[in-house]
């Protein structure tokens, strides 16, 4: 059993994956297969090198997210290209690691769970959510950006509305980390009940 676990920015994917970790659930991270099919020696990073030259490496030849960032955000265009190159490489890196996976169910955090096929993968969607407010007083004081920053990333990200209706189950992570790991405790319950 596949459990997909999304939210929006700052709304508390890591603290909630972390608590399922420590109950002992293999957590497979969407952000870490990203990274991993870019990595210097990776055939998409010599595609992405071909497609937009050497500015998009830094001085050791690892791809410069950032400047990446940059042209996909002013180009949607551009943005087609490398996600149509990425996705399927990163399912395929997931599929991998799940299949991998030996705790009695799994988790695949992800912040583009619903945007991509990845939900193809789960069993039923668990979203974390936050009043808005507090997704960005949070992110705030995690990352020291500015919350103009951090307003144009939630504006990116699916809208909040839509993310809910596909949610299976959803975990309001407004109060204490005590309190979000009594939550998840009965959820963790439910899961291994369904295994
Ligand atoms: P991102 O999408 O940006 O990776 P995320 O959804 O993984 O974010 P977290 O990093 O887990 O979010 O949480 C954002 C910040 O809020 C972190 O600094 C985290 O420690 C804090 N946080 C999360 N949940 C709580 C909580 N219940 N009480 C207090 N702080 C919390």
């Known amino acids: 059993m596949i459990i997909g ?9 890591t603290a909630v994956s972390d608590i399922f970790h420590n109950f002992g659930i293999d957590i497979i991270d969407a952000d870490v297969s990203s990274r991993s099919v870019v990595e210097k020696g990776q055939p998409a990073l010599v595609d992405i090198q071909d497609h937009f030259g050497n500015d998009v490496l830094d001085s050791q030849n690892n791809l410069d997210r950032a400047k990446l960032r940059e042209i996909i955000f002013q180009d949607p265009q551009e943005r087609v290209w ?10 395929q890196h997931i599929k991998d690691q799940l299949e991998a996976s030996k705790s009695p169910y799994c988790i695949l ?10 939900k193809n993968f789960c069993s039923s969607v668990l979203v974390v959510d936050v009043p808005e407010e507090l997704q960005i007083s949070r992110t705030l004081k995690r990352d020291g950006v500015s919350e103009e920053q951090i307003k144009s990333i939630i504006a990116a990200q699916i809208d909040r509305e839509q993310r809910l209706e596909q949610a299976d189950q959803i975990i309001i992570n407004d109060g204490s980390l005590e309190e979000l790991k009594k939550k998840i405790l009965v959820l963790h319950t439910k899961y291994l009940d369904q295994c």
């Open 5 to 13: 676990l999304t939210g929006g920015i700052g709304s508390g994917k």
């Open 82 to 91: 490398l996600e149509e190159l990425l996705h399927p490489k990163i399912a």
């Open 109 to 118: 955090v992800s912040p583009l769970l619903l945007e991509t096929e990845q």
